[in-house]
């Protein structure tokens, strides 16, 4: 069996829990800290949405908190449908790794460290977002960006565990405890937060830097 660990050390991608900053990247961010706070709390919708929680009472509460023109056209058509799909159900839960991936940016969660096992969901949901219902200013006023050098060194790690990953399965080498879903879902984070593409329509492609 192939671990990631020693995968990703193999060629050359630090498996650190905490990265050293990188100083020698410069990666431009199109969000702001607040639009990444935003973000964070429409997928913590779309997530509760998918867990049954009921849709008019998330609808309702991203109207009176004036997030409901940020969502993207599929999270609302996702909310204001009658019924919820399995398959939106299921993607639904792995958009809590997008979520923590964020938190970590704006310094809400500690660490990330290789995508081998899904977020605390207890903690995001008990402990670090706001309650369903609830204000929501503080959670957005207080969100501030980790310092660029480390975000620079985690995105390029992601974006090297994407690259890497989907070239090992291709040649069905890819690791065993690497989760894909933890992985692909920090990669779409990380990508939106570098680029001006809307959420739904980031490019997942693959390219070599």
């Not at 431009?28 to 429409?42: D, F, H, K, N, Q």
């Not at 609302?76 to 997008?98: G, I, K, M, N, Y």
């Not at 990508?191 to 390219?207: A, E, H, N, Q, Y």
Request: proline letters at 5%; charged letters at 25%.
């Amino acid at each position: 069996m192939t671990q990631t660990k020693e995968w990703a050390e193999a060629i050359g991608i630090n498996t650190q829990d905490i990265l050293p900053p990188s100083e020698d990247i410069n990666e431009s961010y199109w969000r702001t800290a607040g639009e990444v706070a935003i973000r964070i709390l429409l997928l913590h919708s779309i997530v509760a949405a998918g867990s049954g929680i009921d849709r008019r009472t998330i609808t309702s509460w991203l109207q009176d908190q004036n997030l409901w023109e940020h969502a993207s056209p599929h999270e609302q058509t996702v909310l204001l449908s009658p019924r919820v799909f399995r398959e939106d159900r299921s993607a639904s839960q792995w958009l809590q790794e997008a979520q923590w991936a964020l938190l970590w940016t704006i310094n809400k969660v500690e660490a990330l460290g290789l995508p081998t096992k899904t977020c605390n969901s207890i903690r995001l949901v008990d402990e670090i977002m706001p309650t369903l219902g609830g204000n929501i200013d503080q959670f957005i006023s207080t969100a501030e960006f980790r310092p660029a050098p480390e975000i620079n060194a985690e995105n390029d790690r992601i974006s090297r565990l994407y690259l890497n990953y989907n070239k090992a399965a291709d040649k069905g080498e890819a690791p065993d405890d690497l989760i894909y879903g933890v992985l692909a879902n920090r990669y779409h984070a990380f990508r939106w937060l570098t680029s001006d593409d809307p959420w739904d329509d980031v490019k997942m492609d693959i390219t070599e830097s």
